[in-house]
T-cell receptor, first 113, second 114 residues
Framework: GENVEQHPSTLSVQEGDSAVIKCTYS??????FPWYKQELGKRPQLIID?????GEKKDQRIAVTLNKTAKHFSLHITETQPEDSAVYFC????????????FGGGTRVLVKP | GAVVSQHPSWVICKSGTSVKIECRSL??????MFWYRQFPKQSLMLMAT?????????EQGVEKDKFLINHASLTLSTLTVTSAHPEDSSFYIC??????????FGQGTRLTVV
């Protein structure tokens, strides 16, 4: 089955700086890669996603890049703000696996004012 | 976006009793729903895939007789934790995907077994 590795597990940045989180996946058939933000005790919320036919996607301060050959994808947050502090999860899936998402281990991001 | 509602949001039960958690898709039909368990400061671990009208598919290591899943309609899946023990205390969360796209999550249920 799919295996998703996520790094780093914790990330502390100064407000205004950029944050980068990286994930690798094992199944070359995976074709959908979402990123979720989860605040303490809350449900995960999708912040951005990318499909395997696209190499990069951007939404305001958030961008995701995908390298299919290397089987890794990254989340980039620019101009970080204190409200960006949360746990971020990457995930991967493909339709033949029943559309189930396999999650990375998570990254706890702390943005210091 | 689509709405997935989970109930209850928290429950405390005595060891040895059973607890049922409901997951509803409010504005779309979900032939498939997913149940995850999340321990403190850990990731979401898929427990099982709930299929409407058929048996659930359990991930390796998940006891199907302990975690009973029923998906009797296109908008409701239930997870019953049977004979709960303190080690079953966790955050249980369901999700459903709309036509292979974005996955929407329920609010989650914090189960505490005392």
């Amino acid at each position: 089955g799919e295996n998703v590795e996520q790094h780093p597990s914790t990330l502390s940045v100064q407000e205004g700086d950029s944050a980068v989180i990286k994930c690798t996946y094992s199944d070359s058939a995976s074709n959908y890669f979402p990123w979720y933000k989860q605040e303490l005790g809350k449900r995960p919320q999708l912040i951005i996603d990318i499909r395997s036919n696209v190499g990069e996607k951007k939404d305001q301060r958030i961008a995701v890049t995908l390298n299919k050959t290397a089987k890794h994808f990254s989340l980039h947050i620019t101009e970080t703000q204190p409200e960006d502090s949360a746990v971020y999860f990457c995930a991967a899936s493909w339709w033949a696996a029943g559309n189930k998402l396999t999650f990375g281990g998570g990254t706890r991001v702390l943005v210091k004012p | 976006g689509a709405v997935v509602s989970q109930h209850p949001s928290w429950v405390i039960c005595k060891s040895g009793t059973s607890v049922k958690i409901e997951c509803r898709s409010l504005d779309f039909q979900a032939t498939t729903m997913f149940w995850y368990r999340q321990f403190p400061k850990q990731s979401l671990m898929l427990m099982a895939t709930s299929n409407e009208g058929s048996k659930a598919t359990y991930e390796q290591g998940v006891e199907k007789d302990k975690f009973l899943i029923n998906h009797a309609s296109l908008t409701l899946s239930t997870l019953t934790v049977t004979s709960a023990h303190p080690e079953d205390s966790s955050f249980y969360i369901c999700s459903a995907r709309v036509r292979g796209g974005e996955a929407f999550f329920g609010q989650g249920t914090r189960l505490t077994v005392v």
